[in-house]
Nanobody, 118 residues
Framework: QVQLVESGGGLVQAGGSLRLSCAVS????????MAWYRQAPGKQRELVAA?????????AYADSVKGRFTISRDNGKNTVTLQMNSLKPEDTAVYYC??????????WGRGTQVTVSS
């Protein structure tokens, strides 16, 4: 079975950094989409950052995190990382990994809590 496990969340002060990691295991092939979403209390889930490939590799970031967050994929591994710098209290949310092949299907991790204190 396909399994996505997020790690790296925690409590950090404003201005600090965290690195989230999503490890993908199981029978999973032809991945063309790897992304991080987040959902804050009272808010809808939003796309934070994504890597997509459809002839070329594209990187996408939410405007609110551009210049502060970086998404990357480890070479030779089905692992996607989100490096978060200059964290702000408004970054507080549950962060979810989403991996798969679009438009066919994607899989979700269970989420990891990120809390940024002021």
């Amino acid at each position: 079975q396909v399994q996505l496990v997020e790690s790296g969340g925690g409590l950090v002060q404003a201005g600090g950094s965290l690195r989230l990691s999503c490890a993908v295991s199981g029978s999973f092939f032809n991945i063309n989409f790897m992304a991080w979403y987040r959902q804050a209390p009272g808010k809808q889930r939003e796309l934070v950052a994504a890597i997509s490939s459809g002839g070329r590799t594209n990187y996408a970031y939410a405007d609110s995190v551009k210049g502060r967050f970086t998404i990357s994929r480890d070479n030779g591994k089905n692992t996607v990382t989100l490096q978060m710098n200059s964290l702000k209290p408004e970054d507080t949310a549950v962060y979810y990994c989403n991996v798969g092949r679009v438009p066919d299907n994607t899989y979700w991790g269970r989420g990891t809590q990120v809390t940024v204190s002021s």
